[in-house]
């Protein structure tokens, strides 16, 4: 016991061990998802013993919030170091497109702060990046474009925002469907603002959609003519 409490002493003794540690979780999540992060899978990437973990973070999920810290950290300095746009609505919209990029090239952090809130509230990058959001808001709020309570359009920007990155991510990354974000941006913007852009060319992307839905009660098409027709009218009914 005391060998192995030596060997661990002497891996934290190293200054950039803990950095070492938190990149090889880092990378365990994003190859394998939060399962992969196990301690010893952990440990054996870093090249440390497992009590050295434990050492530094505590436990598996100190370890989990310090990756968390590392990544929410590099993001908001990137976030508030962005020169804000003048009209604030569009600085939201621009934040907004940051926060689901970062959810797409971070899908096993982003799971994971998502299933466990709990854990990814105590990171303090985290409560810095609502700040940020909370300043964007505030921001169309003293432009008077707010048209609810600033808690209640943060409260709608997260649900809304995380929704749709869980959404994303769920799709294959070759097929996903880009546009859902935009949509959901835009309807969140209606819900706080009544500023949403209008689509283009709405009223025939409303037929399209309408057509589709009714296209069981068609009889006079083939099966084949009927699976080409739903996916024409689908991407009429979604395009940009």
Known sequence: MKDREKVAAEDAEGPDVRARIIAAAAELISSGGP????TRAVAAAAGVQAPTLYRLFGDKRGLLA???EHAMTSYVSKKSARAPHPDPLQDFRDGWDMHVAFGLSHPGLFALMSSDPALASQPSAVGDGE???RRRIRNIALAGRLRVSEERALGLV???GTGA???LLRQPEGQRDLGLSEAAREATVAAITSEAATPANAEVRAVAAALRASLDRIRVLSKGESLLLSELL???ADAE
Do not use: N, Q, Y
Request: proline share 0%; charged share 20%.
């Open 66 to 68: 310090a990756v968390i």
């Open 35 to 38: 399962d992969a992060a196990t």
């Open 131 to 133: 700040d940020v959001l």
């Open 158 to 160: 997260v649900s809304m």
């Open 234 to 236: 689908e991407r009429i």
């Open 165 to 167: 990155v869980l959404t």
